[in-house]
């Protein structure tokens, strides 16, 4: 975990909201780079977050299991991570998803070493590969792949060794597992390196589904709900914002993600479409993550999924 307060900028657009005084919102993400993640980072950088009063602690996480953690033990206010995470409300975690933030999951993709035999998709039967976690999206996605297939859930064998890509790169060398499931602007920018080729795009066989969201704890909700609506709505301001500039939303995120400028810029185009601009939770991507939670044994059965999720503090359109 590493914890950090993300720099404001001084000086608030002359047409900002009525000042609040400054909050200060503890917010997880369960990986660092991940595209969808980065509208915290641009919120913050851009002076959006600043303009509704809301001061950004920010503590990355290595997996899913690590930040659901911390949100058990009341160390954050709101978390980002994968939409399969909504399996931990049913197991008791105290806090709900409060916006879909991405849809089909275009930002990952399945990678195999440069020189790697596996030439093709279906030369990865029985083949191992690196998930982060047991019971997150990057386990779901390997999963599904494999069902994709028609291989069944034991199609290939994963291997949960968290999110270190540097890692990742030196299994790979070492053929400690044959494929990793990781950014596809890693993919891209360690095939050109010639450490890594891009096999498939997760995107390619999973369509309907709620790839991230927003997770608030029932504390916030309840002693702070105006604070929470204040965040949403800092949160989609941004997402509009990285929509209508892209040349600036690239330079905030490259220190970040560490991925080349022209990597970023694909990504770029190749996630941004599936970012939210309103946070609803579609029925079908519903469906599909109900099963998810079922496929990867965090739960015995599909849940109701509207005790799981709120649309309460998503910010009203604009008429």
Known sequence: MRPRILPLLALLLPFAL???AA????????????????????GVQSGIFGKYGIEVQELDFNGAA????????????IGIGGGPEMAYIVKGAPELAVAATSGAPVELSLAVAYDSPIRAPDDLKGK????????GLSNWLVREFARSRGWGPDGVTMVPLG??????????????????ITLTANSLQLQERQQARLLIVCSDYVHDFISHGLFATNTLMQKNPALLRRFLAGWFETVAWMNAHKDETVKIVVPISGFSAEDQAHDY???MPTISTTGK?????????GRSFVDVGMLDAVPDMTKLY?????PKPVR
């Open 18 to 20: 009525p000042a609040h």
């Open 23 to 42: 909050d200060t919102l503890r917010v997880g993400k369960d990986t660092v780079q991940g595209f969808p993640m980065m509208p915290l980072n641009v």
């Open 66 to 77: 690590k930040m659901q953690t911390a949100m058990v033990a009341g160390d954050l206010d």
């Open 128 to 135: 191992r590969v690196w998930i982060s976690s047991f019971g």
């Open 163 to 180: 999110a270190s890509q540097q890692a990742q790169v030196a299994a790979l060398k070492t053929r400690q597992i044959d494929a990793v």
């Open 269 to 271: 185009d190749m996630v």
């Open 281 to 289: 939770f579609e029925p079908k991507a519903l469906e599909v993550l």
């Open 310 to 314: 709120t649309e309460a503090y998503l």
